[in-house]
Structure formats: C-alpha cells, structure tokens
C-alpha cells in the first residue's frame, strides 16, 4: 500500500511537471518501492546524497523522466553510462516496457543493487554491465551496438562524448542530461562533435518544479546529439587522456 503522503507528493511533482501520463496505479507503486529500496540501500553505500522520499520523487523521478520524451518510438536497445543509483535507467525501462535498457557503472556495488532493484520491481526489460566505458566502448560486442546512450550528472560534455559515442549505431542519439552549465559545455565541445562525427540535433531548456518549493526553479538542460558516421578507431582513447586532454 501506498503511503498517503506518498503518492499525494508523487502527484504533485508529476502533474506540475507536465508527467501526469506515468500516474497510472502500476507506475505509482513501483515509483514507491524504488524510493523504499533506494532510501535502504543509501542508508549503507554510497548510492544517493537524497535522503528524502521527496527529493528523490524530484530530483531522481521527474528529473530523468523530463528526457522520457524524447526516446525513439518503438523497440531500441539504451545503454545509461555511468549509471550511479539506476539515474535514468531504471525510470526509463518502468514507464518503456518495450525498450531494452543496459545500465552500466564501474561500481560493482551499484551494478548489483540496480540488477537487484530491477528484479523486486518486475523488470524483464533492464539488465547491468559493470566496467569503464573508455574499455567497453572498443570491445565489438558493445562498440557501435546501440541505438540510445544517456548520461546524467556524470561529467562534462566534452569527456561524455568520448566516453558514449562509440558506443552508438551510426544514426543513434544521445541523450545529455545537464544542469545550468550546459550552454557552457556545448561550447567546449565543439572540437569534441567534429571529432566525434556527431551534432546537436536538439535542445530543450527547462524547469524542474519542485511543489514544497513553488518558488525554486531548477534549470535542466537536455541535449539530442546524433551520430553522424563511424566512430574513428583511435576512440576513446584511455580515461587518462580523455580526461586530461578532452577533445
């Protein structure tokens, strides 16, 4: 059963947040027992800095399913680097049973708790890989294999791009997921998408509301970058370079 306060909160945020289509009675249970799941696992690993349902119904929920939109219509394989807590995987393979979602962290912590959150929640669509992705972005079995990576709050574009690009189909998209710097960053990435074989093919600037905060407005910034052409073979180069040295 779902706790009062529970889903009158859930409510709030998602109806304010134009996600009033993802409060069906399936959808709001399984909304709560990720929260009771994350709340319990935060409690003793590294998994979230929230430790308010609220928040994480926010700042977590609406926050990754603001980019929900713009996921292709119809079946595709996702792949979410750096996956950290499950941000935006598991949101994304609850409210699209037909995609088949891969959450991937370096974290075998993390790994395990998204793999164990996925099963109490029902959820056939997601499976995890635990690895770097500057690795696994050259190994054939998942090189140029998908057709939708995302990221959030992982770093800044310019490294994200090397880290996630190999990873897509020629055609695929990514989908960054960014704070208020985001405009800052697409500027120095510019060298970074030339290198890349990739553009920005879409953009939307918005708010996340907050409803025991009607007047904090948090900018979010989600950017549509499609792949243009194969990735050259010199990417990703290693994590030292790429991070000392971004394109």
């Excluded at 960014?178 to 510019?190: L, S």
Aim: proline letters at 6%; a positive charge; aromatic letters at 8%.
């Amino acid at each position: 059963m779902i706790p009062a306060e529970f889903k009158d909160y859930l409510e709030q945020t998602f109806l304010k947040n134009n996600l009033s289509h993802y409060l069906t009675p399936k959808l709001c249970e399984q909304f709560y027992q990720l929260s009771v799941q994350m709340m319990q696992t935060g409690a003793v690993m590294n998994l979230t800095a929230l430790r308010d349902e609220k928040q994480i119904i926010t700042r977590h929920f609406a926050d990754c399913l603001l980019a929900a939109p713009y996921l292709p219509e119809g079946p595709c394989r996702l792949l979410d680097v750096g996956s950290g807590s499950g941000m935006p995987a598991l949101p994304f393979a609850l409210v699209r049973p037909d995609i088949s979602v891969t959450a991937l962290d370096s974290t075998a912590k993390k790994t395990a708790y998204i793999a164990q959150a996925a099963r109490s929640l029902g959820l056939s669509n997601l499976q995890v890989l635990t690895g770097r992705a500057e690795e696994l972005g050259t190994d054939p079995a998942y090189r140029e294999t998908f057709d939708v990576v995302c990221a959030r709050a992982v770093a800044e574009l310019r490294i994200l791009l090397e880290w996630c690009i190999p990873f897509l189909k020629t055609g695929g998209i990514f989908i960054a997921l960014k704070g208020k710097n985001a405009k800052e960053e697409q500027k120095a990435a510019e060298n970074a998408f030339s290198k890349l074989s990739c553009i920005l093919a879409k953009e939307r600037n918005i708010c996340l509301y907050e409803p025991n905060r009607p007047d904090e407005k948090i900018e979010r910034n989600i950017f549509i970058i499609q792949k243009m052409a194969s990735t050259d073979k010199k990417y990703p180069r290693r994590n030292a370079q790429i991070t000392k040295k971004p394109l």
